[in-house]
């Protein structure tokens, strides 16, 4: 029975049914659209709007619905139109008139776009253990390698020496940053409650949308109602900020398929997380980590999706609006998954230490201490810089190292060289100098690593 009889003197086509219906994925709001509702009928209760006896039996109704939903009881109609439509229906064949009195000074508008805030809410509290999961995995590993040499890269060319851990901490503070993006979209989103919006110009009831707005876990009501009943930005705040989350998952996953190469050979995948090959009986291959770098794609596609729905919608609700959930649901969802499968893959690689600190010992890494160490004696950096490159030079020519050049060679390119110079660009001391603030001094990413769990523990 659709909601719109008596304008009507037909039933809607069947196959256009199923095109405008939205419960195969509403449906998944059920628990926040009765909540919702509950918040609604109690209000209605308070205000006098509906008597004590109705709202008594309302109550206990939506109650008995999503008990019955929970324990299986009671199965989501998928015939149904939507969500609200069906919770609704149900309400009226358990409980009669009183049920059709739930919907007075509502409209499924401003109800919906209270179920939409509600269900990313409870998507967020989901979201948010698992980056804090894969942080303090992270903060584990970083102390762990905290003296462990590699190479740090720019324009994926050597570049200077670093330790593993430190590498580590950087996505750290990616993965911290988008907790509290979620958060900051989390506090807005939660600021002001749409409902009471009703179809979009609010309702001549003595409604308290105070109380509606508090009950239900808002700072208050918003302040208008088309925006209230039109706003979807914070879906789009949403998917823009899992769309981050994405774009570092992706970059940490490129970097561990590269470590797994044999160029590399940095870090080896656990069997239970890697794949084999049909034909190749040697191959052992990081689907996973290849598989969270393809799915970012999907999570950019579903932040796309939502701003171009938006983009032309004249105020208030429009229908395209419907196509909210499926995208959203899309991108929290292909995150949560790949952080199901990323973290305990992250946990459980084997970090090659032998090969960071082989790949460190070649590529000149530490061309940059050696000019710091002229510096040191009195030469302004340029010059140092320049004195440097001719070594560098040199040392490619003769097919030696930093390290194995003699001095004289040294001297002969600049005398303010001596014996020291061989202890200024060991790659230890190059990484345990670089002490400051953010730098990958290994007392450094041990002290930032207990910070930061220290801090997931408040
Ligand atoms: N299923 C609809 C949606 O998700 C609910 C709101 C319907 N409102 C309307 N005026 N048709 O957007």
């Given at each position: 029975m659709k909601l719109w009889t008596g304008r009507f003197s037909k039933e809607i086509d069947k196959k256009t049914n199923d095109f405008n219906s939205s419960i195969p994925f509403?449906?998944?709001?059920?628990?926040?659209?009765?909540?919702?509702?509950?918040?609604?009928?109690?209000?209605?209760?308070?205000?006098?709007?509906?008597?004590?006896?109705?709202?008594?039996?309302?109550?206990?109704?939506?109650?008995?619905?999503?008990?019955?939903?929970?324990?299986?009881?009671?199965?989501?109609?998928?015939?149904?139109?939507?969500?609200?439509?069906?919770?609704?229906?149900?309400?009226?064949?358990?409980?009669?008139?009183?049920?059709k009195r739930l919907h007075t000074s509502r409209s499924r508008n401003d109800q919906v776009a209270l179920d939409d805030r509600l269900v990313i809410k409870t998507e967020c509290d989901k979201l948010i253990p698992k980056l804090e999961e894969l942080i303090t995995i992270l903060?584990?590993?970083?102390?762990?390698?905290s003296h462990a040499i590699m190479p740090g890269y720019t324009h994926l060319q050597r570049a200077q020496p670093i330790v593993f851990g430190h590498h580590l901490m950087a996505y750290v503070e990616m993965f911290l940053r988008d907790i509290s993006r979620l958060n900051d979209a989390k506090a807005r989103m939660m600021s002001q409650c749409p409902l009471g919006s009703g179809a979009l110009a609010g309702t001549t009831y003595p409604i308290d949308r105070n109380m509606t707005a508090k009950a239900l876990g808002f700072d208050g009501p918003c302040m208008n109602s088309l925006d209230g009943v039109s706003d979807r930005d914070f879906f789009i705040e949403f998917a823009s900020a899992l769309s981050l989350i994405s774009v570092h998952l992706s970059r940490f996953a490129e970097e561990i398929i590269m470590w797994c190469s044999w160029e590399f050979k940095f870090v080896e995948l656990d069997?239970?997380?890697?794949?084999?090959?049909?034909?190749?009986?040697?191959?052992?291959?990081?689907?996973?980590?290849?598989?969270?770098?393809?799915?970012?794609?999907?999570?950019?596609?579903?932040?796309?999706?939502?701003?171009?729905?938006?983009?032309?919608?004249?105020?208030?609700?429009?229908?395209?609006?419907?196509?909210?959930?499926?995208?959203?649901?899309?991108?929290?969802?292909?995150?949560?998954?790949?952080?199901?499968?990323?973290?305990?893959?992250?946990?459980?690689?084997?970090?090659?230490?032998?090969?960071?600190?082989?790949?460190?010992?070649?590529?000149?890494?530490?061309?940059?201490?050696?000019?710091d160490y002229l510096v040191g004696k009195g030469l302004p950096f340029r010059d140092a810089y320049k004195c440097t490159g001719e070594l560098v030079a040199l040392c490619i020519k003769e097919g030696l190292t930093l390290e194995t050049l003699p001095l004289e060679k040294?001297?002969?390119?600049?005398?303010?060289?001596?014996?020291?110079?061989?202890?200024?660009?060991?790659?230890?001391?190059?990484v345990s100098q670089r002490t400051c603030i953010g730098a990958p001094a290994p007392e450094n990413v041990e002290k930032r690593a207990d910070e930061v769990l220290g801090m997931l523990k408040k």
């Open positions: 509403d449906s998944r709001m059920y628990k926040e659209d009765i909540t919702g509702s509950m918040a609604h009928a109690t209000m209605l209760g308070a205000t006098g709007i509906n008597s004590k006896e109705d709202t008594d039996k309302i109550l206990n109704g939506l109650q008995g619905i999503l008990d019955d939903i929970e324990s299986g009881k009671l199965t989501i109609d998928p015939e149904a139109e939507d969500i609200h439509t069906f919770v609704e229906g149900e309400l009226t064949s358990r409980i009669g008139d009183a049920g903060c584990k590993m970083a102390k762990e390698y069997d239970a997380f890697s794949t084999g090959s049909s034909i190749m009986p040697q191959k052992k291959n990081p689907d996973i980590a290849e598989l969270v770098r393809g799915k970012s794609g999907r999570v950019f596609g579903d932040l796309t999706t939502l701003l171009t729905m938006m983009k032309g919608l004249p105020l208030a609700y429009d229908k395209d609006m419907q196509e909210d959930k499926e995208a959203i649901f899309d991108a929290f969802d292909t995150v949560n998954m790949c952080l199901t499968a990323f973290n305990p893959m992250v946990e459980t690689m084997t970090v090659k230490t032998e090969n960071m600190r082989h790949a460190a010992a070649s590529g000149f890494i530490n061309a940059t201490d050696c000019a040294y001297q002969a390119v600049c005398d303010l060289f001596d014996d020291g110079v061989y202890e200024a660009i060991n790659l230890e001391r190059c």
